[in-house]
């Protein structure tokens, strides 16, 4: 079935450290993935997607490129701040009858002042 | 425009007991999700409405799970009876209508269940 793997946590870093946070996927379709972020207290809310191989999604300086080739969508920031701490969610998503979206099991980032 | 609205935030109730959760859902979205969030672990679905049908609740445990939609807007998921094991975060979140690549869903906070 369709799964996605991401690495364990926690990640620690220091401030303005480069994150990567590995997220590998299984997938019978071709699917898009996401990259979901959930604050403390809050709800999951989308960080980043890319619907096609080579596609690069972005923001809030966060990038993860489509990899059809090695099924990965590591999530990369230059510089962490202490903000950014939360929990990073990979997920993707089958556009077919069985419509679903699926999640890893989270990384925890914490950032250091 | 306002979120995805689910409630109660927390709710603690005693095993045996009964517990309803309520979401409502973004304008417009047809979709709407119920999942279960173990601590440290990823949202796994639950069920999956498009309009008023439930079209996937392959993983709702059904002994003791019920769901419902309708008029294809609101939804409440119950639990009855609630075991120790259901202590989680349940969360709901809407979407467009399937068929488009890339569709996102829309998340709300979640509600806390702790069975005592």
């Known amino acids: 079935g369709d799964s996605v793997t991401q690495m364990e946590g926690p990640v620690t870093l220091s401030e303005e450290a480069f994150l990567t946070i590995n997220c590998t996927y299984t997938?019978?379709?071709?699917?898009?993935l996401f990259w979901y972020v959930q604050y403390p207290g809050e709800g999951l809310q989308l960080l980043l997607k890319?619907?096609?191989?080579?596609d690069k999604g972005s923001n809030k300086g966060f990038e993860a490129t489509y990899r059809k080739e090695t099924t990965s969508f590591h999530l990369e920031k230059g510089s962490v701040q202490v903000s950014d701490s939360a929990v990073y969610f990979c997920?993707?998503?089958?556009?077919?009858?069985?419509?679903?979206?699926?999640f890893g099991s989270g990384t925890r980032l914490l950032v250091r002042p | 425009e306002a979120g995805v609205v689910q409630s109660p935030r927390y709710k603690i109730i005693e095993k045996k007991q009964p517990v309803a959760f309520w979401c409502n859902p973004i304008?417009?979205?047809?979709?709407l999700y119920w999942y279960l969030q173990n601590l440290g672990q990823g949202p796994e679905l639950l069920i999956r409405?498009?309009?008023?049908?439930?079209?996937?609740d392959s993983q709702l445990p059904k002994d003791r799970f019920s769901a419902e939609r309708l008029k294809g807007v609101d939804s409440t998921l119950k639990i009855q009876p609630a075991e120790l094991g259901d202590s989680a975060v349940y969360l709901c979140?809407?979407?467009?209508?399937?068929?488009?690549?890339?569709?996102?869903?829309?998340f709300g906070q979640g509600t806390r269940l702790t069975v005592v």
């Open positions: 997938a019978t379709g071709y699917p898009s």
């Open positions: 409405y498009e309009n008023e049908e439930a079209v996937d």
């Open positions: 997920a993707l998503s089958v556009v077919d009858s069985s419509y679903k979206l699926i």
């Open positions: 304008s417009g979205h047809n979709t």
């Open positions: 890319a619907t096609k191989a080579d």
């Open positions: 979140a809407s979407s467009l209508g399937l068929g488009t690549a890339g569709t996102e869903a829309f």
